[in-house]
């Protein structure tokens, strides 16, 4: 059962493009329509940003923004290193121009935003306090989920999701935040919904959640007071999960790391593995290879289709 008015089709577009918009913040400095054949005049001279969890969160984004429309809900991004996501999305929203009015949401603040990225004087590669609506720096992982908590104390109005990165889960402050549970499950405090990014991989190799079978990580997950409950990489799992009525939800978010990144690379697997954390493609500037993958990579979101030149997006 389904939320009544959820648009699956508007948040796979909307997911796609800030996608796009998230690889053209990393690597682009020109061309960022691509309008003309990518030239290795286009590409920053230094590559920074953190690409393997930014499909997640847009695909989390995306639908919690679908899923809850009222005023009292708020977002909690564990990963903030994912910034190219976030700001993705705050600029499509025009959250982003309200503090900053060159970001405007046409094809000149489209360019501002990608250009400046991980830029001199621009926006950093991780959320920091110039993000609109930010309450805690985004470059250290572990106290996402405590910081939710003491954002939900004493407003019963609120509902606040959290995203958890599986590496981040790892942490000690993370861990320990789950016994939080227990200390704010009165009625004059908000509801929280824990997320966790279950994308396999950390910045080295795998992660130990990733290891553990799913009966396993549900006991874990019991065992604190919670009930765990698993979204696919599908937009009618996430609106189903959304949609269950339960005490103290903690949900499990599984998709590839790095999703829709280029597969291989001088026969190492990119998508899906470890490899896809920071910049997939690190030498693109000089490599000819590299610069195919990219273009064929940025051309597979099809981004003519949700940005018109004239009108601005279309989804």
């Known amino acids: 059962m389904y939320r009544m008015g959820i648009n699956f089709d508007k948040i796979n577009r909307r997911v796609r493009a800030c996608d796009y918009l998230s690889v053209a913040q990393i690597y682009l400095q020109s061309n960022f329509l691509l309008e003309r054949p990518l030239a290795p005049a286009d590409i920053k001279p230094r590559l920074l940003g953190h690409w393997g969890t930014c499909h997640g969160i847009n695909f989390a984004y995306a639908n919690l923004k679908a899923f809850f429309t009222h005023q009292n809900f708020q977002f909690i991004l564990g990963p903030g290193h994912g910034f190219p996501a976030l700001q993705a999305n705050l600029f499509i929203d025009g959250e982003l121009a309200k503090v900053d009015p060159r970001a405007t949401v046409n094809r000149d603040g489209l360019a501002y935003i990608c250009k400046n ?12 306090p110039a993000t609109p609506g930010v309450i805690c720096e985004g470059g250290e992982l572990g106290y996402a989920l405590a910081t939710a908590y003491g954002a939900a104390l004493g407003h019963p109005e609120k509902t606040i999701a959290v995203l958890i990165g599986d590496g981040e889960l790892e942490t000690a402050t993370a861990l ?16 929280v919904l824990p997320i966790l990014h279950l994308n ?10 990733a290891r553990k079978s799913e009966r396993e990580l549900n006991e874990l997950i019991r065992g604190f007071g919670y009930t765990p409950i698993w979204i696919e990489h599908a937009v009618d799992s996430f609106q189903q999960a959304l949609s269950q009525e339960v005490k103290h939800p903690f949900f499990i978010l599984h998709t590839p790391k790095g999703y829709g990144a280029p597969a291989e690379l001088n026969h190492h697997k990119i998508a899906d593995n470890y490899l896809s954390h920071q910049v997939p493609l690190p030498n693109v500037k000089t490599d000819t290879t590299e610069l195919a993958l990219l273009e064929k990579w940025l051309e597979s979101y099809n981004f003519s289709e949700l940005f018109n030149k004239e009108q601005g997006f279309v989804l």
Do not use: D
Not at 117 to 128: M, Q, R, V
């Open 176 to 191: 320990s935040s789950l016994n939080l549970v227990n200390l704010l499950s009165g009625n004059n405090n908000g509801r």
């Open 200 to 209: 396999g991989y950390k910045i080295s190799g795998p992660t130990i959640y």
């Open 117 to 128: 990225f991980s830029w001199p004087g621009g926006f950093p590669s991780h959320s920091s």
